[in-house]
């Protein structure tokens, strides 16, 4: 209570890896570096969902939430011979989907409905794929933040309420969120279709665990 802003709860949660997995699967499995994703994005957005017939869980650095366990490791349901890399890159991003709808899930559980997601960061300014299948996953508009510096934006904002209105600043946070940030244009809309083969998929994914 507080932790962020009076009067307001403030709810944390993360996962253990999530760009992790993506640079563990560039550079050792696929032997290559960040180049090999423009690759691996073309030739996975060519994938419907389920197409592949590949679960993954993204447990490779153990779990953070919901199961709190550091001793977990990740799994991939499905691998063949036939497997291609595209398909596995795939079913990572989708594994790291998951792992978010079972957080909000779990916060949603609690009490606290979630209607969007603001997204920011490197991922969500670069990745179209990435961000379109965490649209299906969660079935919530993926927004991307206005701001490519939202760490540095949100100090500022606290800076301005700091120093109050009086000296060119805000009374509030509030007052100051809404004159010094903005969601911005860009918002991934979940497709009907993929999310009803996800909605399967994640009930499955809760099978495994």
Not at 20 to 33: E, G, L, P
């Given at each position: 209570?507080?932790?962020?802003?009076?009067?307001?709860?403030?709810?944390?949660?993360?996962?253990?890896?999530?760009?992790?997995?993506?640079?563990?699967?560039?550079?050792?499995?696929?032997?290559?570096?960040?180049?090999?994703?423009?690759?691996?994005?073309?030739?996975?957005?060519k994938?419907?969902?389920g197409?592949?017939?590949?679960?993954?869980?993204?447990?490779?650095?153990?779990?953070?939430?919901?199961?709190?366990?550091q001793?977990?490791?990740?799994?991939?349901?499905?691998?063949?011979?036939?497997?291609?890399?595209?398909?596995?890159?795939?079913?990572?991003?989708?594994?790291?989907?998951?792992?978010?709808?079972?957080?909000?899930?779990?916060?949603e559980?609690?009490?606290?409905?979630?209607?969007?997601?603001?997204?920011?960061?490197?991922?969500?300014?670069?990745?179209?794929?990435?961000?379109?299948?965490?649209?299906?996953?969660?079935?919530?508009p993926?927004?991307?933040?206005?701001?490519?510096?939202?760490?540095?934006?949100?100090?500022?904002?606290?800076?301005?309420?700091?120093?109050?209105?009086?000296?060119?600043?805000?009374?509030?946070?509030?007052?100051?969120?809404?004159?010094?940030?903005?969601?911005?244009?860009?918002?991934?809309?979940?497709?009907?279709?993929?999310?009803?083969?996800?909605?399967?998929?994640?009930?499955?994914?809760?099978?495994?665990?």
């Amino acid at each position: 209570d507080g932790s962020v802003l009076p009067d307001c709860l403030g709810i944390e949660a993360g996962q253990s890896a999530v760009g992790d997995i993506f640079n563990w699967f560039a550079t050792d499995i696929c032997r290559s570096d960040a180049s090999v994703f423009k690759t691996l994005d073309a030739d996975a957005k060519k994938l419907k969902p389920g197409q592949s017939g590949l679960l993954a869980l993204d447990w490779n650095n153990g779990n953070r939430c919901v199961l709190v366990d550091q001793r977990l490791s990740g799994l991939i349901v499905g691998l063949s011979l036939r497997s291609s890399r595209a398909e596995i890159y795939r079913a990572l991003i989708e594994a790291t989907a998951f792992g978010a709808r079972a957080i909000i899930e779990r916060i949603e559980a609690n009490g606290q409905p979630i209607d969007d997601v603001v997204n920011c960061g490197g991922i969500a300014e670069k990745n179209t794929l990435f961000m379109q299948i965490y649209a299906d996953v969660l079935n919530r508009p993926m927004r991307i933040a206005g701001s490519k510096q939202t760490c540095a934006l949100g100090a500022a904002i606290f800076g301005a309420v700091v120093a109050g209105s009086s000296a060119g600043g805000y009374s509030d946070a509030p007052a100051a969120q809404a004159a010094m940030s903005a969601s911005g244009r860009t918002v991934y809309a979940p497709d009907p279709d993929n999310a009803a083969v996800y909605d399967r998929l994640f009930a499955d994914r809760k099978s495994v665990v």
